[in-house]
């Protein structure tokens, strides 16, 4: 069989069991005795080992033959237990390393040292006292990793494996053994051993002189393939999507429609018949608005797979840090752009991370909610906690430099919150491996706005914190506003924009070095975008041309020369190494054939201030 004609098919369909197995553990932990849970956890575990073992991956379906079968005994139970749920959990983690083993055409890692981590009690002993897991060896690690396979007729493996072992300390320090040596005396038979070794011998002598023991099959070393040159040996991930046939047949359709379409046009402009002509323009029009919904209909994706990842996280921690945490998801069932979901998973784990470790002390909710307002998606994370302290955030501000003594008097709530955001501005008294390190909002902030995203906090001390996302519905084809400038025409994604304006100079006024102008009772900064694009400074304009937008937490008048209007518009991203410029995201092809670029006003105005 051509196993590679159909790798990117079971890659596409592993990883959809894989996300349904995490799905159901999660809310197993919730209902130990959940038997159709049980059931379907079953079913999906069956259906890995079966896809992998056509494929003939055998380190995937050997764990997945494992899983399988201790399912089977939860299955005939009906019930499972905690130390079960949180070893299947991590035996998912070890399959999805095993996936990108595949997916890079590297050789699967073994799975040995990890089966041999399951919880030593049985399925029957539910209810026994928890107990620490082991790490698998086949992680990384100090010390090298070496496998060694005895040959099929071996009669008594456990003895021969202490005598290896013996041989093995003679080249360095036996870190660990997965049989270790006390299981091996009490009567473990592998198949293979395991063993972190820390020497100064070279893999070659180590496997010259233990291949001199004839019962010995193989030696090799796991680590080896991962360590060297990984990054030039990755293969790029190739995404899929699966697409109803009804949906297909619309294409078909629409394409018929396209082709009789051409041929009108083509007709009406040979007989010079222009009210014919003007009809199959508008008929086009039509015809390429239906087909661009359909293509988005293809890209769209629900939040339900980024819910489960999150219910994943909030399992996770609650368990280290001794949390009892509830998440409530609403709205899952909205679709978007499923460029914008792979861009929005990081960021929404490190929320939810910030809820649990920052906001909530011991016990409470953290909810997702996700609606539709027009042409944008809105994602709010909340929490119940303990909220944010806008006096602590003020002090800090002063202390590090953010803000002097007048701002700290008269900035308000809203944009004091935006502080989170700032490169190093961090409120946690200590680090740990969820937070304090000031890395985080600020990056979570930034991937938001390069996807067209507008990023708001809002939080009541003693209630809770809301962090509220606004994005738009697609990255591919999206409403920008048309600006020119200098003579030339730019870009900025209408969903960027608050609002658009004609001011006169007489509005303007001084304070200190900056151009101010009063905005709904709220003092607003004019920045020129030729000065940000060091272009020649223009003649006096009345009225002047402005664009209202927020950049790095504040509203700001953006003054250009003229307002050209908005357009629906598609982005391509800029080939290598134009994709390196600060302050441009893409560029579109108007229908005059005039090439403009969208401006990435975050990176422009950093750059402008750097």
Same mark, same amino acid.
């Given at each position: ?12 369909? +592993? ?173 473990? +038979? ?45 293969? &790029? ?109 990081? &960021? ?33 994370? +909340? ?191 800029? &080939? +290598? ?34």
């Amino acid at each position: 069989m051509d196993a590679d004609k159909f790798r990117d098919m079971f890659l596409a369909e +592993a990883a959809e069991h894989l996300e349904s197995m995490i799905d159901i553990l999660v809310q197993l932990d919730l209902d130990h005795q959940d038997q159709d849970g049980i059931d379907a956890l079953f079913r999906e575990a069956h259906s890995i080992k079966g896809m992998a073992a056509t494929m003939e991956h055998a380190e995937t379906t050997k764990l997945a033959h494992h899983l399988e079968n201790r399912l089977d005994i939860c299955r005939q139970l009906g019930r499972m237990s905690g130390v079960e749920i949180d070893w299947l959990l991590e035996a998912t983690d070890l399959l999805e390393l095993l996936l990108d083993d595949i997916r890079n055409n590297r050789e699967e890692r073994c799975v040995a040292g990890f089966i041999s981590t399951s919880p030593k009690e049985t399925p029957s002993d539910i209810g026994a006292k928890r107990k620490d897991k082991e790490e698998s060896l086949s992680h990384s690690g100090k010390g090298q990793l070496v496998r060694l396979q005895l040959k099929a007729t071996v009669a008594a493996p456990g003895p021969r494996f202490l005598v290896l072992l013996k041989k093995m300390s003679e080249f360095g320090t036996i870190l660990e053994s997965t049989p270790s040596t006390e299981d091996l005396l009490q009567g473990v +038979a592998p198949d293979q051993l395991l063993v972190r070794l820390l020497s100064e011998t070279s893999q070659e002598q180590i496997y010259q002189q233990l291949m001199q023991y004839s019962e010995l099959q193989e030696v090799t070393f796991p680590d080896e393939p991962e360590k060297k040159g990984q990054s030039q040996q990755k293969r &790029p991930t190739e995404k899929t999507v699966r697409i109803s046939t009804e949906l297909l047949d619309h294409f078909i359709n629409l394409t018929g429609e396209l082709i009789t379409n051409r041929y009108q046009l083509q007709n009406a402009l040979k007989e010079q018949n222009w009210q014919e002509l003007d009809d199959g323009v508008g008929q086009l029009k039509r015809l390429v608005k239906n087909l661009h919904h359909q293509v988005l209909k293809v890209r769209m994706v629900s939040l339900t797979g980024l819910a489960g990842r999150l219910s994943r996280t909030v399992h996770d921690l609650s368990r280290s840090l001794d949390k009892e945490i509830q998440l409530k998801v609403e709205g899952a069932e909205i679709e978007l752009d499923r460029a914008i979901v792979e861009e929005l998973t990081d &960021p929404l784990v490190h929320m939810v991370r910030n809820a649990i470790d920052h906001g909530i002390e011991k016990r409470g909710t953290v909810s997702i909610k996700a609606w539709r307002e027009r042409d944008q998606i809105l994602i709010q994370v +909340a929490d119940d906690g303990r909220g944010i302290d806008p006096e602590k955030i003020r002090q800090k501000a002063l202390d590090k430099g953010f803000l002097n003594i007048n701002q700290a008097k008269t900035i308000r709530d809203y944009d004091l919150f935006q502080l989170l955001c700032q490169p190093g501005f961090s409120t946690a008294q200590e680090v740990s491996q969820t937070s304090g390190r000031g890395v985080g909002m600020d990056v979570v902030k930034t991937a938001v706005e390069q996807i067209g995203g507008i990023l708001l906090i809002d939080s009541t001390p003693g209630e809770g914190t809301r962090i509220t996302l606004k994005v738009p519905l697609s990255l591919a084809i999206i409403r920008v506003l048309i600006v020119e400038c200098d003579g030339a025409r730019m870009a900025m994604p209408i969903s960027r924009v608050i609002q658009t304006a004609e001011i006169s100079p007489t509005e303007v006024h001084s304070s200190g070095k900056q151009l101010m102008i009063n905005y709904h009772d709220e003092q607003l900064p004019l920045i020129s975008l030729r000065k940000i694009l060091k272009l020649p400074q223009s003649v006096a304009l009345d009225p002047i041309p402005l664009v209202v937008t927020e950049v790095v937490g504040r509203k700001i008048g953006l003054v250009v020369d003229q307002l050209v209007g908005q357009q629906e518009v598609y982005v391509q991203r800029l &080939p +290598a190494p134009f994709d390196q410029i600060r302050g441009c995201s893409g560029g579109t092809i108007l229908g005059d054939g005039q090439i403009i670029f969208l401006l990435d006003l975050q990176s422009l105005f950093a750059r402008h201030r750097g």
